[in-house]
Each structure stands twice: as structure tokens, then as C-alpha cells.
């Protein structure tokens, strides 16, 4: 009865997370890495004619799809889709072969996916797809070939966000304190396969500065770092609406399971403190599968009667992501008749606010220039208000994409001049929108 009860519970939650995957409107990162693979297939390259702070990763997972399918929205969250899957059947097997209960560990992971952004195309997901590959392959290993496995799929990770770094040198670092030389070298030499393949093809492409600086430089530099109380507040309406299974995690963590399963809750602990950087819910995906697999522990341990109260909760709890679909679809359907409003128009090049980055991806114009966003990190070492300014003096034949409420843009210097030289020739309610020319 009990496993019936879970398997029923993951199976509804998995079908949420699709549903509310597939009717959500593409939103600013999404439409920015989707607009990156799409120039790239055209002859495009990150870095040079796209800025962007990320590791290029995403970029090239979407590059295929996008080769493929174009323009196709249904299609790259659909793989979405199979990636989230993957991961809770990875963070299953971990649970199994660690003699945790599997089947929780995967319905604890679609739970925390669905309220921590994981129905985005963004880095994430990708991310944790790979740390559980990884760990997976660490877990008793029969084959020596699985430490150079493990390693080029922490080499993967790290190619989609540069946080996954933290979990690659937890594991060196074990291998060094218990003198595992030739595992320490097979986990490198896999890292260090894909580090040399990703260098050889930033050099090849002459993007050697502009990747150090915006992957490495502007992050350190110009990347503004949230105040605590504003950072804590916009982040725990995602934490209170899963607390018990926080509180499991940390019933979870005795010294019994610590001392068995060090590397779990090493990928589940040690990467924390990087998410305290900004509010962004999706930051803390990362460690997701692992924080599942210690919740899952506790649970086990717990009466069976909290044990279907949990599960009870979870169900009850769905109410909030469900009650979104209706507007997203509303939202989403305005968004393809914009798309097909700017298709339709004459201008040859787009120029949106942060928010609308979608609609470089979705239309057929090209970007006005390779600052599909502008925030501090842009704005602040390159100055890209002022640059795209000059862009917009240049490029008479723009079509602008702009927040009908003044206070949600970033770059007011850019909107006061869109403002006093564009005229609106559309608006859009529900989305907030604004088309604006010459």
C-alpha cells in the first residue's frame, strides 16, 4: 500500500512538473540561451557576439535542437523534460545503491524541482543531471574506467555553471586525503578532457579574452552581491512551502549517516554558501538530488503515520503550482501572437528589455547587438546602456520590445531615450508589453 501511495505520488508530481514545463512562457534566461545557440547555428560565437557571464554548456546543449527544430519552443523543453527525468532515475539509483529508500528520494527531488525553477531551460537542471551521473559512477565502482567517467562528467557540470567546481575538488580532495593517486588522476584526466576540449575551442575561435572576462573577470568584479535580509526574503516563500522536507534533511544528517555517505552530503552542504549571492530560487537546484537522498533517510525513520501526513502535504501543496497554469497559458498564447506581430513587421533588428529576451529567440529579426540583457555586470564593464544607445542612433530600422511599467526596467538611461525617440505602435496587457519604432 505504502509503495502504491509513492508511486502514485511520484508519478502526479512528475506530470506537473511537465505540465508546468510545457505551458510556461519562455522567460529572460531561457530566451537568452535559446537566442545564443540560435545565433550561434547561424555562424554566430559566445563571448564575441553575445554577452554573457555563464560557462557555455547550455549553449551548446540547445545548439542541436535548435539546429534542428529552429525556432520550436515545444521541442527544447520537451528534452527539459527527459533531462528532469534523468535525474530523478540517477538520484534513484544513488538512493538504491546506498540503501536509501529510492523511490522517495525521487518523488523529494520532483517535489523541490517543481518549486525551485527546475521547469526552466537554464543551466541548472543540466547541472544536476551530471553531479548525479557523477556520483553514481563514485559509488562503489567496479571498473576503473567509472573514476574517469565520474570526472568527465564533473567536467560537464562545471561546463554549464562554474559553481559545480565545488563538488569536482570535494572529490579530489578526498582522493588526496586517502592517497587514491591513480582514481585522483583517472577523475582529472576526465575534468581535464573536457576543460582542454572547451580551451581548444575558445581558442581556436579567438574568444580566449572575452570568455576570461566574462566568465571569470565580470563575475568577480562586476557582479552586484544581494544584501542578505533582501535576499532572504525573496527566497523563503520557496522554503516554507517545502519546510518538512528541509526538516527531514536535517534529522537526516547524524553522525551514523555523515560518516557513511560523506560524499552526499558533501554535494548536498558545501556548495550552500555560493547561493547567497542572489535570490534566484534556481541556484539551489543544484544540490537538490542530494538534499533528497538524506530527507529520504529520515523519512524511513520516522512513524508511519508523518510518513503519509509528508506525502498527504506534498499532494495538498501542489495547489500553488497548479493554480499557475492557466495564467501561464494565457501568457504564453499572448507571447506567440507578439512573435508573429514582430514577424510581421518591417524592422530587421530587435532590441528588448531584460524581461522580453525571449523575443530575440522567437522572432526573426536580429539582436541589435550582443547585449541580449543589460544589468550591472554588462552595464558596469563594458557600458553597455551607453553602447547600445549609440547602436540604436546607428540602426533606425529597430523594433523595441519594452516593459509597459517604467520601475521594471534596469537601464533608465537607455529607456529614457527609447521613450523621447520611439513612438508605441502596439501594447500587449497581459504581458506587460510595449512594441515600439521609428
Known sequence: MKRKITIVSFLFLFLILS??????????????????????????????????????GIYFALFGIVKLFGNSVLVPKTFLVFVNLATVVFTFLIAKKIKVNGNIA?????????????????????????????????????????YFLAGLCLGI????????????????????????WSKLLMILLGAGTIFASVFLYIYLNGLVIPAYE????????????????????????????????WALFIIGLNKRFISNHLLVIAFAILPIPLFFIRHYPHYWLQII???????????????????????AFIILVMIFPVTQIRRNIILLDEQFRITKYLNSLQEDRILTENQFSSYYFLSDKKPLNKYLYITEIDDWSEGAQNKTISDL??????????????????????????????????????????ILSK
Open 19 to 56: 505540465v508546468i514545463t510545457i505551458f510556461k512562457p519562455l522567460s529572460q534566461d531561457e530566451g537568452v540561451f535559446l537566442a545564443i545557440a540560435k545565433g550561434i547555428t547561424s555562424g554566430g560565437l559566445p563571448y564575441r557576439d553575445f554577452f554573457d557571464h555563464k560557462t557555455p
Open 289 to 311: 538530488p542530494f538534499v533528497a537522498i538524506v530527507a529520504a533517510y529520515a523519512y524511513n525513520k520516522i512513524h508511519l503515520r508523518y510518513q503519509y501526513l509528508i506525502l
Open 106 to 146: 525521487a518523488v523529494f527531488t520532483l517535489f523541490r524541482m517543481i518549486f525551485f525553477e527546475g521547469n526552466s531551460i537554464i543551466a541548472e537542471p543540466f547541472v544536476i543531471l551530471f553531479l548525479t551521473i557523477s556520483l553514481y559512477l563514485l559509488l562503489q565502482p567496479r571498473f576503473a574506467i567509472q
Open 157 to 180: 557540470s562545471i561546463l554549464f555553471k562554474q559553481t559545480a567546481v565545488v563538488n569536482l575538488m570535494v572529490i579530489l580532495l578526498l582522493c588526496l586525503i586517502t592517497s587514491k
Open 214 to 245: 566574462q566568465i571569470i573577470l565580470y563575475n568577480i568584479t562586476s557582479y552586484p552581491r544581494e544584501h542578505l535580509v533582501l535576499l532572504l526574503s525573496n527566497l523563503w516563500p520557496a522554503f516554507v512551502l517545502i519546510l518538512p522536507l
Open 393 to 434: 542612433q546607428i540602426h533606425l530600422n529597430t523594433v523595441i520590445i519594452w516593459p509597459k511599467d517604467s520601475n521594471f526596467a534596469y537601464a533608465k538611461n537607455l529607456q529614457s531615450y527609447i521613450l523621447d525617440n520611439y513612438s508605441i505602435k502596439k501594447s500587449y496587457d497581459q504581458s506587460g508589453v510595449l
